[in-house]
């Protein structure tokens, strides 16, 4: 009688899930695509004197560097608060909070405390990761569990900046990057956590960047960038199908990137940046390798066959995938940051000096429409933090964060 049950909550929660998928405009890290990109228009193409109006912000969002999902009138985001990480939900039109939940004990780290992964919205579910591991998937309406996991049940150890993959559901999986040797990534049932496969073959301690997702010669491919390779999986049993070497050093954070036949990626601390064809045998090519991007952790843009985002060292870059090429390159208007996207234009976000400024997306130069200095700024970032939350434009609004501060504007034009 306990299995039949068992197996009648399991049914009904793929059956809701499927029923009543979310199709929000900003549901899991990076938007829809995973790629920064928000398909709004109507926005503002420039800013008055001092940015765009503010419609709302709360102070107590938590301590802690996680992005925002917002799905319907909802926006899900994570938060420390007296030493437990919590998911937090709140109304997008008021700034309201709607409720808490207990995702942890708090992470602790010179560079700053709490939590730093986005959650992932679908259907009446949201998923989410604690900076020492712990996955969980709650209901929307209330905040109310239906299951938990940490990824020390998978062989993973917390890495040195924390947990801070966003989960990536994609059918009835889940996948995630727990790092180690019993395997680096799992598949979950995404209605009750049971591990479905483990890549044995892939022992990579877990790093920071989060997996992607595409279909490919009849395939759905899971795509990782782990801190020693570039790896593409069978996202059905987790079969690896290819693997590329990586130089990572230190924190391996940016999403890979797919363009055309091929795979980009980028990291910090020295590593660089790659492009990989792969051929429909799954067959990996390196078609470049330089160091014209090397981006730390403020993300990367494709957008009509150019990367831009900030290069250290070199300042903010636009760069020509097919050959890696340096474009254009912006040294002195902006400090280093990071990027989104939005009708026509890029959000950029400077870590040191909370500079938010807009720009022609354009390959012909950085040209600029407006900027404004968040304020106030978060008085408990630790010493060493930035602002380091990445913008997010939906429903014609831009969400950005510092801390426990959560700030909405209104960047719909009139």
């Given at each position: 009688m306990q299995h039949f049950f068992t197996l009648a909550i399991t049914f009904s929660l793929l059956l809701q899930a499927t029923l009543r998928a979310a199709d929000g405009p900003w549901p899991q890290w990076r938007g829809p695509g995973r790629d920064d990109i928000s398909h709004e228009t109507g926005l503002l193409q420039s800013w008055p004197e001092g940015g765009p109006k503010q419609l709302w912000s709360s102070d107590d969002c938590g301590i802690g560097y996680s992005g925002p999902a917002i799905v319907g009138n909802?926006?899900?985001?994570?938060?420390?608060?007296?030493?437990?990480?919590?998911?937090?939900?709140?109304?997008?039109?008021?700034?309201?909070?709607?409720?808490?939940?207990?995702?942890?004990?708090?992470?602790?780290?010179?560079?700053?405390?709490?939590?730093?992964?986005?959650?992932?919205?679908?259907?009446?579910?949201?998923?989410?990761?604690?900076?020492?591991?712990?996955?969980?998937?709650?209901?929307?309406?209330?905040?109310?569990?239906?299951?938990?996991?940490n990824m020390k049940e998978f062989g993973g150890q917390v890495p040195y900046w924390g947990y801070s993959e966003s989960p990536l559901i994609h059918d009835e999986k889940l996948l995630y990057t727990p790092g180690g040797e019993q395997g680096a990534i799992v598949a979950l049932d995404k209605a009750t956590g049971e591990l479905l496969w483990q890549t044995e073959e892939l022992t990579d301690g877990a790093h920071y960047s989060s997996i992607v997702v595409q279909e490919r010669a009849g395939k759905t491919i899971g795509v990782q960038l782990l801190v020693s390779q570039l790896v593409g999986f069978d996202m059905e049993n987790g079969n690896v199908l290819w693997t590329v070497p990586w130089p990572g050093r230190t924190a391996v954070v940016p999403t890979p990137i797919f363009w055309q036949d091929c795979v980009y990626v980028t990291s910090g601390?020295?590593?660089?940046?790659?492009?990989?064809?792969?051929?429909?045998?799954?067959?990996?090519e390196i078609v470049y390798d330089n160091k014209q991007m090397t981006n730390h952790h403020g993300g990367v843009i494709l957008l009509d066959d150019h990367i831009f985002g900030h290069s250290n060292k070199k300042g903010w870059t636009c760069q020509d995938v097919a050959t890696g090429k340096k474009v254009w390159r912006e040294r002195q208007l902006l400090d280093k940051g990071a990027i989104a996207y939005a009708d026509k234009r890029f959000y950029c976000l400077g870590e040191d000096t909370g500079d938010v400024v807009l720009i022609a997306a354009s390959s012909e130069g950085w040209e600029e429409h407006g900027r404004f200095t968040l304020d106030p700024q978060s008085e408990l970032r630790s010493p060493k933090g930035r602002i380091w939350t990445h913008p997010v434009i939906a429903d014609g609004r831009l969400y950005l964060r510092d801390q426990e501060l959560l700030y909405c504007f209104d960047v719909r034009a009139e």
């Open positions: 909802r926006l899900y985001i994570l938060g420390s608060r007296e030493g437990e990480e919590m998911l937090l939900c709140f109304d997008v039109k008021t700034g309201e909070e709607q409720w808490a939940t207990p995702v942890g004990p708090e992470l602790e780290n010179s560079w700053g405390n709490g939590p730093r992964g986005t959650p992932s919205v679908e259907g009446d579910f949201v998923y989410t990761t604690g900076g020492k591991g712990n996955l969980l998937c709650l209901r929307t309406e209330d905040g109310s569990q239906v299951w938990s996991k601390y020295g590593a660089g940046c790659m492009l990989v064809r792969i051929d429909d045998d799954f067959n990996a």
